[in-house]
């Protein structure tokens, strides 16, 4: 493909884009693109909205960065938020998802060098997601990772998802704490069930162990509630956000209730952790997410996105349709997904010939897409991506 200074880490097509509008995307070519990626669930408000350009130009004739070792307004004023709108009660806010994640797990083990003898095993899961540092590459169960970097962080055990008893072999004097994704997004939005949830909840009870749910995906509105564990009903003792928290732009957050809360001073820091910059962004995506309107919008959208996929579905002889809110995948039956992304992307001409445009989906498996769309999304946008995907489907199959 194109050659360039930029490191050769994934295969990328030779498009360069350029500018965004809520749901669209334009390339240098001038080329439009209804996107269901944006830029992997991270758009929440999608491209370029208003509000948070004028965060970030409000914010950077303020203060840029007074350092992680001082207080500043939008740190103290999103905390505040994210602890009102949930059950946690503390937050440390990072620069991306693995970085809350990496947190997670050293507020893990210090709690059990404090309350369980040093216990610093935490269970987590086959196909499981939580970044690309060396210990959140460990935590994760993709196929082939545990050699990829070798050697791995010790201290992750794997249990299979859905498994109670899978969950229950792995627990020992050594274990503190289980860690997963309510609907593990990576590996093709594979959701947890509410029982499931409710049994780890009853183990981590009884044998005294931290659960933390990562919610980097999951979490700011995707699943239709602010946070995903309350689309469950199942409360963890740790969370982690990122992704949708900035609507774009790089902040995470490691959430914690009060007994969970044991760092010292020493334990964790950051250069640009919780810089005012990206914290006034991410209140303007709070803004967003918790006017009343907000969240019944994007139930009522997934909901649509349910129905018209399994149409799809049933209408071409597809697979399952999975997920929840607009985290949603569907299941092919082939392995025809990077098949269809391509022409989607490259040759599709929603609307004819004239509109030039095209369609970002997202491939996880070969025989599953996923839609991630802006929260944003309007019914009718979900029904052109629809027949985009109808066209696609014709071309391909
Ligand atoms: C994307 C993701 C991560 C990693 O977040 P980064 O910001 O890329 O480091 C961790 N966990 C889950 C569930 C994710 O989807």
């Not at 307004?73 to 938020?81: G, K, M, T």
């Not at 990829?148 to 969950?167: E, T």
């Amino acid at each position: 493909m194109t050659p360039t200074a930029l490191m050769d880490i994934t295969a990328r097509p030779g498009t360069v884009f350029e500018r965004g509008e809520g749901s669209w995307l334009w390339d240098t070519q001038g080329r439009r693109y209804l996107d269901f990626v944006q830029g992997w669930a991270v758009n929440t408000l999608g491209h370029a909205p208003a509000v948070i350009r004028e965060a970030l130009d409000a914010q950077s004739r303020l203060l840029l960065t007074p350092s992680p070792a001082f207080y500043n307004a939008p740190a103290i004023e999103l905390a505040r938020r994210l602890t009102q709108h949930s059950v946690f009660d503390q937050v440390f806010f990072t620069n991306s998802g693995a970085e809350a994640n990496e947190g997670a797990i050293k507020l893990a083990r210090k709690w059990g060098q404090l309350h369980k003898g040093g216990a610093h095993e935490i269970i987590t899961y086959a196909d499981g997601f939580h970044g690309r540092t060396l210990a959140t590459m460990s935590a994760s169960g993709k196929p082939g990772w545990d050699r990829m970097f070798a050697p791995q962080v010790p201290g992750f055990p794997k249990a299979h998802l859905n498994d109670l008893a899978s969950v229950q072999a792995l627990i020992g004097p050594d274990t503190v704490a289980i860690m997963l994704e309510p609907i593990q997004g990576e590996s093709g939005v594979n959701p947890a069930t509410t029982a499931f949830l409710q049994g780890l909840r009853r183990l981590c009870d009884e044998h005294e162990l931290l659960l933390i749910f990562d919610e980097v995906q999951t979490g700011i509105g995707r699943l239709g509630q602010f946070f995903g564990y309350q689309h469950f009903g199942v409360t963890p003792d740790i969370a982690t956000l990122a992704k949708g928290l900035g609507g774009g732009v790089p902040i995470g957050a490691l959430l914690a209730r009060q007994h969970a809360c044991v760092f010292v001073h020493g334990d964790q820091g950051g250069t640009f952790n919780g810089n005012p910059l990206m914290c006034a962004v991410g209140q303007a995506v709070l803004d967003e997410v918790l006017a009343p309107d907000f969240l019944p919008r994007v139930r009522a959208a997934g909901e649509h996105l349910t129905r018209r996929l399994q149409t799809l579905s049933a209408h071409y002889g597809l697979g399952a349709v999975r997920g929840a809110g607009l985290l949603q995948a569907l299941e092919l039956g082939q392995p025809i997904a990077a098949q269809l992304v391509a022409h989607a992307r490259e040759q599709l001409m929603l609307g004819g010939a004239q509109a030039n445009t095209g369609l970002l989906l997202n491939a996880p498996r070969p025989a599953v897409l996923r839609f991630m769309p802006a929260l944003t999304v309007s019914l009718e946008e979900i029904d052109q991506m629809i027949e985009g995907l109808a066209q696609s489907l014709k071309a391909v199959r």
